[in-house]
């Protein structure tokens, strides 16, 4: 990136950065030739060999540090962040890389500037020393990091990271191409009410920090204040004779329309949010949509300096909190903390998963952006909270996002050479290229800046603090989890009517209701643990010592505090749920309630509570340790599904992961009641299979989710050939056919009646006649081979199938061959285009636990050996008639009695322990109807039998011992004189047989 000088902000020209890569490929040429040259290796390196490995063993330090190349001083220093570190250890000494660095607060602009400068010397080059907050921005080689490392002012320092426009989200809109209506943003936030009342927007700025803007679209034209181009230098700041301004990605032309487009070119059909405002378009991301984190930050720091009143950004990177330095989740908090401008933030999309909120999203006092569809909820990709601080302060779990807007399928303005696939074009025959219709949390920001405008112009004088906070309780709430939805969409009548309203004296509570996920509001009679979050009071005036007080008979399980200061901004108490160890089995059911702020014996705020505390329904294994580690398709894909299980007191668990790749164990499997294979990659070994199978005779269910299947590469994205030898005994086979492939990849097809799909009448298929396939491949079914069942065929001849299910000794399969089909994007899709994929759902969620008891846990305690141990396990079932454990010793003793009952699900038992080792426990649990239920479990009984001390001399002597032994073999092989060898004597060296060649892997 080029950047020219600027003497405001000392800024400089970057310097000319070497690929430091290419030393790696070097290296790594290096290696490649290694074999050839330890063949040439002659005695005396392997006299120098034998001598370092000696002293090594006699080292006080187990360890060989070595260093970076042409790193001076390549120590760890604990102000240098490990990203950093990290890439300064791939980095040649004249290399640069960009960096960031953090001072003290109130370390002005010119300090920063004089002590660097002054001090670092050689190798550093500032790019910006920033006014707005105390960090500079500079390029600098791995030595000069150190040196600035070592100045005392200096507090943090770090990589200066790339971030992004939100990412468009997998999901493709249907809505339009399944005549649905479109409705326009101002209709869901109740804009056009201020709109009839004469408020636009006028005189009120809206800085857009994106890629840019096509200042000369129609619906843009007179409506830019001002261009500054931090990537480029191709600003314009002169509106006089009209700002000339460009987009080179598409991104910025869309947010800044959704701020202020006219409509002019369609019109005035539609609009942005507030057609009257002046717009300051700021360039911080390139033609790619990436901009470097200090430049977003300059960005920022411009709009204070150019005394805007809002700014929207739909940008963002993956947050978790740590010592990095992070200038524009800074610069963004510090604006807002500057009393005058809002910021308004995309929340990300990368849902449904929680703790997925982007930064800088994640701070605290900027207005945090969801998207929903339209009014009808909030759309599966929005990034969901909470926000976890562990070391930026207050710590503690917090609630985000703030609020929602519309953020699927909106129709905006669109740069005419934008990219066709990520702007598609809306009534092109009409229009032409001037618009789009697209999705995700980049536009619901700038909608919500929109609404801002409208609020200011109306409310003069309005703060940061009171936009949000009127903006938050304005909101249309949506009954959703806080952690989702916030406290709802943005309704521009209901805040502007709550400012008259309340004189602007205003107290929030958030969450609006707890408890929220990633917990959610079902909780286990066991097994739940719940940590406390911070609940956020956002205030307009100080109340003081403010009560806290809990109504209904939630009161029996919430724990907070007594009363917390309410003072005018953010304060903050905890609230936690606590489900005591040993309660009746008759505690079960919904508790409901409200927690309320009290100050003068009246309420200012208040949180709803609203749980229902269940029994333990089973738990689902999913298996990670057979995804491959670029394609780890994990519960977080499909939210919805595992809500509808957990509302059933179902957990889910993960097998492992991609990277450790356990290996299945029937044990493992044995501590579950269904196990789940999800579009996994990797190979299953014979004796995976095999307990795989075991478990479903024994009473499992196993549910297993095909992928895609490419005809023209003849090639499948899941292991195919694993899943076919796990569904052999049941007469399912995984055909290589795909299905489901629409007009783009992010589009599937439905398969109907018309399209000649046939539906069993099955438990599995109730309210099921059409599914939505983003992406699959068929099954095969033998009826006379397991009794097994084709539920949902594509085809009339019922020769390839959807969904089959089969029964396997005691156990049961569920087969579905599109995973995606329960992915909570996918499920949105399916719903938009009248399809029943939430429907199959929820039939699975009801029918995938097998009826038999369902053993929680397995706990053993105990004291020392030669003294009683207790053995405890929770079972839940409503007709149990017998629990038995039989106990194996590690010295092969099998110890078998009743177990006793109390609380109506909780057995013990005792045995003596006589000595340590592995001890086997085994659940037998059986109920009236004669299921049984098999639950291992293995305890490792560890037996201290020497003193700590004692233990660590012996190793040391044995150490010491060995490295002597080591230093006298190497003096008795190279230190003595030796004949010259005999010409039948050849260097000791390894056999190798295969020819050099890789062991073959299954």
């Known amino acids: 990136m080029s950047i020219g000088s600027i003497s405001r902000s000392h800024r400089a020209a970057s310097p000319k950065i070497p690929p430091s890569r290419q030393g790696l490929i070097e290296d790594s040429r290096s290696r490649a030739r290694a074999p050839t040259i330890r063949r040439m290796i002659d ?50 000494s004249d290399d640069s890389v960009p960096i960031v660095a953090k001072f003290p607060e109130h370390t002005t602009s010119l300090e920063m500037f004089s002590i660097v400068t002054g001090i670092v010397g050689k190798g550093l080059t500032i790019r910006h020393s920033f006014s707005l907050i105390p960090v500079i921005s500079a390029y600098a080689t791995p030595d000069a990091v150190d040196r600035l490392a070592a100045i005392t002012q200096v507090e943090a320092i770090d990589i200066d990271r790339t971030l992004n426009l939100e990412s468009r989200p997998e999901s493709h809109e249907l809505s339009m191409s399944n005549g649905v209506t479109y409705v326009h943003p101002d209709k869901t936030m109740d804009v056009d009410k201020l709109w009839s009342q004469g408020y636009n927007g006028t005189d009120i700025t809206v800085a857009v920090l994106d890629s840019g803007a096509q200042s000369d679209h129609p619906d843009l034209v007179g409506k830019l204040t001002g261009f500054q181009d931090l990537i480029n230098e191709q600003h314009d700041m002169n509106p006089a004779d009209g700002v000339d301004a460009y987009d080179d990605n598409g991104h910025g032309t869309a947010c800044a329309w959704l701020v202020s487009g006219s409509g002019d070119g369609m019109g005035g059909a539609y609009t942005g949010m507030a057609p009257g405002a002046g717009l300051l378009i700021v360039k911080v991301l390139d033609d790619t949509g990436a901009g470097q984190d200090s430049t977003i930050a300059e960005g920022i720091e411009f709009a204070v300096e150019e005394g805007v009143d809002v700014i929207s950004l739909s940008l963002g990177g993956t947050w978790t909190d740590s010592s990095y330095v992070d200038p524009s989740a800074m610069a963004a908090q510090a604006a807002v903390e500057d009393g005058r401008i809002s910021v308004f933030v ?43 601080r562990t070391v930026t302060n207050p710590p503690g779990i917090f609630t985000k996002p703030d609020v929602l807007a519309p953020g699927s399928g909106v129709v905006s303005g669109r740069w005419e050479d934008a990219n066709a696939f990520e702007y598609p074009l809306y009534n092109f025959s009409q229009f032409g290229y001037l618009y789009t219709q697209w999705s995700g949390t980049s536009v619901s920001a700038p909608l919500a800046a929109g609404v801002c405008a409208l609020l200011m112009e109306q409310y003069s004088g309005l703060s940061p603090l009171e936009i949000k906070s009127y903006l938050m309780k304005g909101a249309t709430d949506l009954g959703q989890d806080a952690m989702a939805q916030g406290f709802g969409i943005v309704n521009a009548s209901e805040s502007s009517e709550l400012i008259s309203e309340t004189s602007r004296i205003m107290t929030i509570a958030a969450p609006l209701r707890y408890p929220t996920l990633p917990g959610g509001s079902g909780v286990l009679i066991v097994g739940d643990e719940r940590n406390a979050q911070n609940v956020t009071v956002i205030s307009t005036v100080s109340l003081g010592q403010t009560d806290i007080e809990i109504e209904g008979n939630a009161s029996e399980f919430i724990v907070t505090e007594d009363s917390v200061t309410v003072s ?32 003068d014996n009246t309420s200012v705020c208040s949180i709803e509570l609203d749980f229902t505390v269940s029994t333990y329904g089973g738990r689902l294994l999913v298996d990670m340790a057979h995804h491959s580690l670029d394609d780890q398709d994990d519960p977080t894909y499909y939210r919805y599904f595992e809500d509808y299980l957990r509302g059933k007191g179902v957990i889910t668990a993960l097998f492992s992961n991609p990277t450790q790749a356990a290996a299945i164990q029937y044990g493992d499997l044995s501590q579950s009641d269904v196990f789940m294979i999800m579009d996994t990659e990797t190979f299953y070994t014979d004796n995976e299979v095999d307990a795989i199978h075991q478990f479903i005779q024994d009473g499992g269910t ?24 796990i569904l052999e005994p049941v007469g399912i086979q995984c055909e290589e ?46 009826p006379s081979v397991a009794g097994a069942q084709g539920l949902f065929w594509i085809d009339p001849e019922k020769t390839h199938a959807i969904v089959a299910k089969a029964d396997y000794g005691d156990g049961k399969v569920i087969a579905i061959s599109d995973g995606s089909i329960l992915y909570d994007s996918s499920v949105y899709d399916a719903v938009s285009g009248g399809a029943d994929n ?17 053993i929680f846990d397995v706990e053993l305690s105990r004291g020392e050996i030669g003294e009683q141990a207790n053995v405890t396990t929770y079972i839940f079932d409503e007709d149990l008639d017998s629990v038995s454990i039989t106990i194996t010793t590690p010295n092969g003793e099998s110890l078998t009695s009743n177990m006793n009952e ?98 073959e892997i299954e």
């Open 702 to 725: 196993l549910l297993i989710l095909s992928e895609f299947y490419d005809n023209t590469t003849r090639t499948a994205s899941f292991a195919i050939e694993s899943y076919n030898r």
């Open 43 to 92: 005695l005396n390196r392997k006299r120098i060999i034998a001598t370092v490995l000696a002293a090594m063993l006699l080292s006080p330090f187990w360890a060989i540090a070595i260093p970076v190349q042409g790193r001076t001083n390549p120590a760890t220093n604990a102000k240098i962040g490990p990203m950093l570190e990290k890439e300064m250890s791939m980095t040649a």
């Open 902 to 999: 109390s609380l109506g699900y909780k057995f013990t038992s005792s045995f003596l322990m006589e000595t340590g080792g592995f001890y086997d426990m085994s659940i037998r649990a059986v109920d009236l109807e004669g299921n049984v239920k098999l639950f291992r479990k293995t305890f490792l009984v560890t037996v201290e039998t020497v003193a700590p001390d004692l233990s660590t001399i012996v190793m040391v002597s044995l150490i010491a011992v060995v490295a002597v032994g080591l230093v006298y073999v190497a003096y008795l092989k190279y230190g003595r004189k030796r004949g010259s060898r005999r010409p039948s004597e050849g260097e000791w060296e390894i056999k190798v047989e295969d020819r050099g060649r890789p062991p």
């Open 568 to 599: 005018v901004g953010y304060s903050y108490f905890s609230v936690g749920l606590e489900v005591p160890e040993d309660i009746p089995l008759n505690a079960t059911g919904r508790y409901t309630g409200c927690l309320d702020l009290v100050s």
């Open 737 to 782: 056919r795909g299905i489901g492939v629409g007009i783009d990849p992010n589009t599937g097809q439905f398969y109907r009646e018309e399209y000649g799909a046939v539906v069993e009448n099955d438990s599995l298929t109730v309210g099921v006649s059409d599914l939505y396939v983003l992406s699959g491949s068929t099954l095969s079914v033998d």
């Open 346 to 388: 995309a929340a990300g999309n990368s849902g449904p998963a929680t703790q997925t909120i982007n930064s800088p999203a994640v701070v605290e006092e900027v207005v945090t952006v969801g998207s929903s569809s339209g009014s009808s909820g909030v759309v599966s990709f929005s990034s969901k909270g909470p926000v976890e």
């Open 838 to 854: 939430l429907n199959l759902l929820r039939n699975i969620a009801e029918n995938v636990v097998p009826a038999r008891p369902r």
